[in-house]
C-alpha cells in the first residue's frame, strides 16, 4: 500500500468495518450496517443539537471484505455517500432507498438463480450451475448514485479491500538463494483496493483504483468495482466466475507482513515486530505485457475473513504496525461482522472409511478448504478477549427469551448456508436479527474507559454535564480482576436508535414455494447439463431420456428434502449469559 507520509487524523477514534463471507447470509450483515448507520446518524444529530451525550469523534476509514461481506461492503461504499432508508420492520413497504435491503433481501432469490437467461444459444457455454443474470442487476443498480449526502463520520478518502481468489495465479521465487534450487509457486490469494472520494478530495493512494464520487460515467473504474464485488461472491461452479484485466504493476512493489516475535506481553500475547517486505513476482524471461487477463472466484476460498486489510490500513502510520491494545490507549478499531464464526468441533466419531467414499468427499472437501482460509487463531483470540480494544466481532445471536437461545441463529444458515436464497422471509428475518444485534453491541460491548484520551476531549467539563453523561450513558463491565467500572459507549445510542429494537420471530415462506423451487431446478438442471456433457463429448441423449423419466421423481424429491431442511426446528438453549465480543 502506497501512500503519503502521513494520512491519519488521529483525533478521531478510526474504524475499519471487516465483513467475512457469509453466502446467502449477506441479509445479516446488511441488517448491521443498516443499524450502524443509523445509530451513527442519530448521534451526530444529537450532537449538532447540544444534547448532553458523549461528543467525542470517530471516522470510518476502511471497508474490508470477502465473498457475500465482500458484496456488501462494495455496496456500503456507494450506500455511506447517500441518503437511504433505514429499515426498521420486516415486509416493509415494496419501494425503499436502500441499496442494501434491496440487494440482499428483494432481489437475490432461488427463483431468478433457477432461470435461463444466462444460456441464450445452444453456443453459449455454462459458465456455473446458477443463472447469475440478477447479480449482475444487483452489481449495476449499486452503483447508480442516489442523492448524495457528506457524513462527517465517513472519510472523504474511504478505502474500500476486496479479496478475490486468482485463478490464474502469480508467480513468486520461494528461496532467493542462488545455490538453491530456483522453485517458485503461484499465489492465487488477491485482492482489488479502491478509494472512494467525495467533497473534491484528492486521492491518496496510488495502490488503489480511484472511485470519485458521484460518478461521473459507470464505466472505467466504477465497472471494475461491479465486476470485482460479483467476483468476490462467485462461489465456485454454482455462480459465475469473472475476468478482469490487472495491470503487471498491480503486483511489483507489493508488501507482504512478515511478523518476528520478539517476546510476549504481560498477558501471554506474542509481542511481535511487522516488516513490511517487498516480494515481487517472477515472470518468464520471454513475457513482456504490461497487463494481466485473469479469471477471479469466490474471495472466501483463499481468505474468508480479510480482518488484516482493514488492521494494516488502520496502523499504516503507527511506528510498530499496530493499533493501540490497551482500552485507555486505543484510538483506532478493526469490527468484524462474521455470519458464521467457527463453531466446528471435533469429531470423536469419524468413520475414515466411510469418509473416504468419493461421493463423501465433495462437501467436507469445499468445507476444509473454506474452513482454513477463515481460520486465524491469534485475530479470533484477541476479538474475543474485552481486554483489547484494537478490534471487535459481531456474531449472530438469536435471544428470543433471556438466557435463552436458538441454534442456529440465522435462518439463512440451512443448507450449507445457501438457505437464505430460498425464501425473502429468512433474509428479511435475518437482516432484522443483524439490526438488533448492532444495537445490543454497541450498546454493551464497543465501550471504552471515559479516561480514553480520545473518550475524554468530548466528555462535558462541568462537573454536573459529565456526572449526567454517565449516568445515562455509561455501561457497568467487570475487567480480569473482577473490579467494576463504567465504560462509555464508542457510538452512543441516541434518539430513534436508543428504542429496543424488536426481536425478529422466524418467518416461513408458503408451503407451496418448495414445489415451484423444486420444479425450476430440475428445469434448470435439464437445461444446463446436456450443455456440459456436450463440452465434455460424452452422451448427452441418454442423459436427456434419464432426465425425462426421473423428471417426476427427482422433482418430488427436491421439493421434499427442501421442505425439511428449511422447517428444521432450532436447538434451544438456556445458559447464563457472559460478556463476550459477540453481539447480544
Known amino acids: 500500500m502506497s501512500n503519503p507520509a502521513t494520512t491519519t487524523d488521529f483525533s478521531k477514534f478510526r474504524i475499519g468495518i471487516n465483513m467475512a463471507g457469509a453466502v446467502s447470509a449477506g441479509a445479516y450483515t446488511a441488517g448491521v450496517l443498516d443499524f450502524l448507520v443509523q445509530a451513527l446518524e442519530c448521534w451526530y444529530a444529537a450532537k449538532a443539537n447540544h444534547e448532553a451525550v458523549p461528543a467525542h469523534d470517530v471516522l470510518i476509514e476502511a471497508l474490508s471484505g470477502a465473498s457475500a461481506g465482500g458484496m456488501c461492503a462494495a455496496i456500503s461504499a456507494t450506500q455511506l455517500q447517500e441518503t437511504f432508508t433505514t429499515i426498521t420492520k420486516q415486509s416493509p413497504p415494496p419501494q425503499v432507498g436502500n441499496k442494501l435491503y434491496n440487494g440482499w433481501v428483494r432481489q437475490i432469490d432461488i427463483r431468478e438463480l433457477l432461470q435461463q437467461n444466462d444460456l441464450g444459444d445452444e453456443d453459449v457455454q455454462v459458465e456455473s450451475f446458477?443463472?447469475?443474470?440478477?447479480?449482475?442487476?444487483?452489481?449495476?443498480?449499486?452503483?447508480?448514485?442516489?442523492?448524495?449526502?457528506?457524513?462527517?463520520?465517513?472519510?472523504?478518502?474511504?478505502?474500500?479491500?476486496?479479496?478475490?481468489?486468482?485463478?490464474?495465479?502469480?508467480?513468486?521465487?520461494?528461496?532467493?538463494?542462488?545455490?538453491?534450487?530456483?522453485?517458485?509457486?503461484?499465489?492465487?490469494?488477491?485482492?482489488?483496493?479502491?478509494?472512494?472520494?467525495?467533497?473534491?478530495?484528492?486521492?491518496?493512494?496510488?495502490?488503489?483504483?480511484?472511485?470519485?464520487?458521484?460518478?461521473?460515467?459507470?464505466?472505467?473504474?466504477?465497472?471494475?468495482?461491479?465486476?470485482?464485488?460479483?467476483?468476490?461472491?462467485?462461489?465456485?461452479?454454482?455462480?459465475?466466475?469473472?475476468?478482469?484485466?490487472?495491470?503487471?504493476s498491480d503486483y511489483m512493489g507489493k508488501a507482504f507482513a512478515v511478523r518476528t516475535p520478539v517476546g510476549k506481553d504481560a498477558e501471554g500475547y506474542d509481542i511481535e515486530r511487522v516488516t513490511n517486505t517487498v516480494i515481487n513476482p517472477v515472470f518468464p524471461p520471454d513475457f513482456h505485457d504490461t497487463t494481466l487477463e485473469n479469471v477471479y472466484v469466490d474471495g472466501g476460498m483463499t481468505n474468508n475473513n480479510p480482518f488484516e486489510c482493514a488492521r494494516r490500513f488502520l496502523a499504516r502510520d503507527v511506528p510498530d504496525g499496530h493499533n493501540p491494545r490497551d482500552p485507555e490507549k486505543a484510538d483506532a478499531a478493526v469490527l468484524t461482522i462474521a455470519p458464521f464464526p467457527a463453531h466446528d468441533i471435533f469429531n470423536p466419531n469419524y468413520q475414515p472409511a466411510v469418509m473416504s467414499a468419493l461421493t463423501n468427499l465433495i462437501g467436507p472437501l469445499i468445507s476444509a478448504l473454506v474452513s482454513q482460509s477463515r481460520f486465524q487463531g491469534e485475530d479470533l483470540k484477541l476479538a474475543a478477549d474485552p481486554d483489547v480494544a484494537s478490534r471487535f466481532m459481531i456474531a449472530p445471536v438469536d435471544e428470543p427469551e433471556t438466557n435463552t437461545y436458538l441454534d442456529p441463529p440465522l435462518q439463512c444458515g440451512s443448507f450449507g448456508a445457501f438457505g437464505g436464497f430460498l425464501a425473502q422471509e429468512f433474509r428479511d428475518r435475518d437482516y432484522q436479527l443483524g439490526r438488533r444485534n448492532c444495537q445490543q453491541f454497541l450498546r454493551k460491548h464497543f465501550l471504552l474507559p471515559p479516561e480514553n484520551e480520545l473518550i475524554a476531549k468530548g466528555m462535558p467539563q462541568d462537573k454536573f454535564q459529565y456526572a449526567l453523561v454517565l449516568k445515562n450513558f455509561g455501561v457497568e463491565r467487570r475487567d480480569k480482576e473482577g473490579h467494576i467500572a463504567t465504560w462509555l459507549p464508542i457510538i452512543p445510542l441516541c434518539g430513534e436508535a436508543a428504542a429496543e429494537v424488536p426481536y425478529p420471530a422466524r418467518a416461513m415462506p408458503p408451503d407451496t414455494v418448495w414445489s415451484e423451487i423444486a420444479g425450476l431446478a430440475l428445469e434448470r438442471v435439464r437445461a444446463v447439463l446436456p450443455r456440459l456433457l456436450d463440452r465434455l463429448e460424452l452422451i448427452p441423449t441418454a442423459v436427456k431420456v434419464g432426465l425425462a423419466l426421473l423428471g417426476w421423481k427427482l422433482r418430488g424429491e427436491i421439493e421434499d428434502a427442501l421442505r425439511e431442511g428449511a422447517m428444521k426446528p432450532p436447538k434451544v438453549t438456556r445458559r447464563v449469559a457472559v460478556a463476550s465480543a459477540r453481539a447480544k
Open 130 to 248: 446458477l443463472d447469475c443474470t440478477v447479480i449482475k442487476d444487483i452489481a449495476s443498480k449499486a452503483t447508480v448514485p442516489g442523492t448524495g449526502v457528506s457524513r462527517e463520520w465517513v472519510s472523504k478518502n474511504l478505502s474500500l479491500f476486496l479479496t478475490l481468489t486468482n485463478l490464474r495465479g502469480v508467480s513468486y521465487r520461494v528461496d532467493e538463494n542462488a545455490n538453491s534450487t530456483d522453485e517458485q509457486m503461484l499465489y492465487h490469494a488477491d485482492q482489488m483496493q479502491f478509494e472512494v472520494v467525495r467533497d473534491n478530495a484528492q486521492p491518496l493512494y496510488s495502490s488503489a483504483l480511484t472511485l470519485q464520487y458521484p460518478p461521473q460515467s459507470q464505466d472505467g473504474p466504477w465497472e471494475v468495482l461491479r465486476t470485482c464485488a460479483m467476483a468476490t461472491g462467485a462461489f465456485p461452479v454454482m455462480l459465475a466466475p469473472r475476468v478482469l484485466t490487472r495491470n503487471v
